[in-house]
């Protein structure tokens, strides 16, 4: 069956996609390729009818061809179509609470429970398929030999960067947070060339950290950013990991996301001390001890 190529959309559904998948698709078009433009105009216009599409119905309604489909997805920062599905579904399944993205306020405890804990399963395996393309090579090669690692994160985020500086400066690279954004873009203007700044962002858009960074980037520094790769801090950092699960932190308070950029600042963390090798067991041996002297 060959899909309308376009559809009369009611403004209650736009509505639903203010921090979404066609959100982002909007922010990218003047960045993409004409064919891939036309790919990206049919879905904005036939969201639902690009969550029941195969790849060559897509194809064929928007006249291109299926490898050029996968190339739009990829654009998005989608491993492929089948991505990019999962993110509209997620889309269009805008709560009527503010609750939890799977929980209902008819839900029993029991099961909101089940719920929430299937949702960090779910956002954890997202992760992991991830996991392949993210650069830790070069990442880590660049906080194995910096004067300073710089956590940076606002609002919640900025709890995630804070748990993370208590776990990486055991290591024994000094490390310290830019939490506010006063103190991000203080501490950008006076950023070295051997200082790495490891940025926490779900979105990605945050202003005062965008042009921090910017700033921080431009003065020599590396910038690690666990983010959506298609934000707006993406294209300041020096190197991007893709974190950023179908979770609506405008709405919901993170959890979701949050799981997965502690997991993903964890397993940097370890990584870094495998980098790092004996010096690294020592202090990690030293501080443990510190708490539980003989």
Known sequence: MILMKKTIKHKSETDLFGNSVVNRIERQLSQLSR?????????????????????????????????????????????????????????????????????????????????????????????????SGMPFKSALAAMSISRQLIFVGLGASGYVARDACHKFFRLGIPCSTALDSQTILQQSAIARSDEVYVVISHMGEWADVVEGMRCARDRGATIIALTDPVSSLAKVATWVFDCHPPEDTNVFTP????????????????????????????????????????
């Not at 790092?276 to 030293?286: F, I, W």
Request: hydrophobic share 45%.
């Open 35 to 131: 064919s891939e433009k036309r790919v990206a105009e049919w879905i904005i216009e036939n969201v639902a009818g690009a969550v029941n599409a195969s790849i060559s119905e897509v194809a064929e309604a928007t006249k291109v061809s299926e490898p050029t489909v996968i190339r739009f997805c990829r654009s998005m920062g989608m491993s492929g179509f089948r991505d990019l599905r999962i993110h509209l579904v997620a889309d269009m399944q805008r709560p009527d609470n503010y609750l939890h993205n799977d929980v209902g306020v008819s839900d029993d405890p029991d099961e909101a429970v089940v719920k929430v804990v299937e949702s960090s399963i779910r956002a954890l395996v997202d992760l992991r398929t991830l996991l």
């Open 255 to 294: 959890m979701s996301s949050r799981l997965a950029q502690l997991t993903l600042l964890d397993g940097l963390q370890i990584g870094l001390a495998l980098e790092l090798g004996e010096q690294a067991e020592e202090n990690l041996k030293l501080t443990k001890q510190a708490l539980f002297p003989k």
